[in-house]
C-alpha cells in the first residue's frame, strides 16, 4: 500500500517546456495547495512571474538542503502542512547518486512515496534544441553539425537510465504526442487535478531562435571570443533575452540536414528502441516527424556588414569599461 504522503520530482528533461511548466504551477499554487499539493518557493513566491518570464522552478530549494544534509528537517516541516509536495527543476538532471540516495532513504525514514516526472522528446529535435541552448547560454561558436556529431551520448536517456536505479515510480511523457492537448494537460493528470486547474496560457515561454537569429549569435560569440578573449557567458545570454522578448511570439524554424540525421540516427537507435520498449507500446518516441514543423535545410548567411559592425561596437564597450575599471582603481 503506497503511503498518503507523497512528493513529485519533475526533472525534465531538457527543452521539453519546463520553462512554461514551471511558470503555470507558480501561477496556480493556491489552486495546487486548496488540493493538498504544495509547491514550495521563497518567502517572496507571491510575486508571479510576467507571462513571458522564463524561471527556473523550485527545486533549488530542495537541491541545497540536500547539500547540506537538512533536508529530512525541511521536508518534515513541509509535510506537516501539506501532504503532497511538488519540486519541479531541470537542475534535477545533474545531482549525483549520493543526493539520490538521500532522497531515497529519506523516503523511506520519513513514509513518503516519490514519483518521478520526466518528459522525453524526439530525438533530432532535442539535439537541435540542445545545441540552440548552448548557442543562447554558454557561447557555443560550432556549428549544428560540429556539435552533433561530438555529442556521446543524449542526456534525456543518460538521465532516465540514472534515475530508473534509484526509483520505481517514473511517469515518462513523450513531449510531442502531448502538445497538440498541451503538455501540461498529463501534469495535471498525474496529479489527479485534471479538472480542477486551469490549462496554461497559450503564450511561448523561452521559444526558441530562429536560424537567421541563431546564426547571428553564433558569429557574434565566435567574435567575442577570437578577437576579445571573452569568457562572460552572460554576453550570449542578454543577447538572447534580448532577442527573444523583443518579440516572444515570433516563429521559429528546425534546421533539418538529411545526412547529419542518418549518421545520428545510426548513433542513438538502441536508447531510442529500449525507451519505446519499456515505455511507449505505440513507439510513439521517434527520431524526427516532419509533420507540421517549419523546416529549413540551409543555414542562412549574414551579411559581412554586421559583423564588422558587431566588432566595432564590442571594442567601443569593451575599451570603455576597461578605462571605467582604470579609473575606479585609480580612485579607489
Not at 257 to 264: P, V
Request: proline share 2%; hydrophobic share 35%; glycine share 6%.
Amino acid at each position: 500500500m503506497k503511503s498518503e504522503k507523497k512528493l513529485y520530482l519533475h526533472i525534465g528533461c531538457g527543452k521539453t517546456g519546463s520553462s512554461a511548466l514551471q511558470l503555470w504551477l507558480h501561477q496556480n499554487r493556491s489552486v495546487l495547495q486548496q488540493h493538498g499539493i504544495d509547491y514550495p518557493e521563497e518567502k517572496d513566491g507571491n510575486n508571479t512571474p510576467g507571462d513571458y518570464q522564463i524561471t527556473s522552478g523550485n527545486g533549488s530549494l530542495l537541491i541545497d538542503r540536500l547539500e547540506k544534509k537538512s533536508h529530512e528537517r525541511y521536508l518534515k516541516s513541509l509535510f506537516q502542512r501539506y501532504s503532497t509536495l511538488l519540486f519541479s527543476s531541470e537542475l534535477f538532471q545533474g545531482i549525483g547518486g549520493g543526493m539520490l540516495d538521500q532522497l531515497v532513504e529519506s523516503s523511506i525514514k520519513l513514509g513518503f512515496h516519490m514519483t518521478i516526472i520526466v518528459y522525453l522528446r524526439d530525438v533530432y529535435d532535442v539535439i537541435y534544441s540542445l545545441y540552440v541552448q548552448r548557442v543562447k547560454r554558454h557561447l557555443e561558436t560550432r556549428t549544428f553539425e560540429e556539435f552533433a556529431l561530438e555529442l556521446k551520448v543524449l542526456q534525456q536517456f543518460h538521465v532516465l537510465s540514472r534515475y530508473e536505479k534509484y526509483f520505481d515510480d517514473l511517469r515518462v511523457i513523450h513531449y510531442d504526442t502531448e502538445l497538440e492537448r498541451g503538455i501540461d494537460r498529463i501534469f495535471a493528470e498525474i496529479l489527479g487535478l485534471d479538472q480542477e486547474i486551469p490549462g496554461m496560457t497559450s503564450r511561448k515561454v523561452n521559444r526558441s531562435l530562429n536560424v537567421f537569429e541563431l546564426e547571428l549569435l553564433r558569429q557574434m560569440n565566435r567574435i567575442y571570443i577570437e578577437k576579445f578573449g571573452g569568457e562572460d557567458s552572460e554576453f550570449s545570454r542578454e543577447i538572447s533575452d534580448r532577442l527573444i522578448y523583443v518579440d516572444p511570439e515570433k516563429p521559429t524554424e528546425i534546421y533539418f540536414q538529411k545526412d547529419l540525421a542518418e549518421k545520428l540516427q545510426k548513433k542513438f537507435l538502441k536508447p531510442l528502441r529500449r525507451v519505446n520498449k519499456k515505455y511507449f507500446d505505440d513507439n510513439r518516441l521517434k527520431f524526427f516527424r516532419r509533420k507540421e514543423k517549419r523546416v529549413v535545410r540551409t543555414v542562412p548567411k549574414v551579411p559581412r556588414e554586421y559583423f564588422v559592425a558587431v566588432e566595432s561596437i564590442m571594442k567601443y564597450f569593451l575599451d570603455a569599461k576597461k578605462k571605467r575599471k582604470s579609473w575606479l582603481s585609480f580612485i579607489s
